[in-house]
């Protein structure tokens, strides 16, 4: 069975640190692209970081460039997105999810993903 868990989540101050994991289980974990998606509260999706499947090459939202890390442990079966210098506006739950093909930069739509985890909220506030 695929599965697709992340964890890290939590509340932290403004400008503060936090590090999500995604643990994969059931596939070959190499074999896929993998993606981060979050929902805020009363808004919808934004994708805002993926990473191939040797994690050669990542991507990020404007958004979150320069203060947000994805990568990957294909020997644990791990994505994690290390998030730094978090704003108020990074409230959200977030989400893994692995992708049917090649990551599409920006596009959040379910026919691109074939799995998802249940998310792992994020809330930043002072």
């Known amino acids: 069975e695929v599965q697709l868990v992340e964890s890290g989540g939590g509340m932290v101050q403004p400008g503060g640190s936090l590090r999500l994991s995604c643990a994969a289980s059931?596939?070959?974990?190499?074999?896929?692209?993998i993606t981060w998606v979050r929902q805020a509260p009363g808004q919808g999706p934004e994708w805002i970081s993926a990473?191939?499947?040797?994690?050669?090459?990542?991507y990020y939202a404007d958004s979150v460039k320069g203060r947000f890390t994805i990568s990957r442990d294909n020997a644990n079966n791990i994505v994690y997105l290390q998030m730094n210098n978090l704003k108020p506006e990074d409230t959200a739950l977030y989400f893994c999810?692995?992708?049917?093909?090649?990551?599409?930069?920006?596009?959040?739509?379910?026919?691109?993903?074939?799995?998802w985890g249940r998310g792992t909220l994020v809330t930043v506030s002072s």
């Open positions: 999810a692995r992708n049917r093909g090649t990551v599409v930069v920006g596009y959040w739509g379910r026919d691109e993903y074939d799995y």
């Open positions: 990473i191939n499947i040797d994690g050669g090459s990542t």
């Open positions: 059931g596939f070959t974990f190499s074999n896929f692209d």
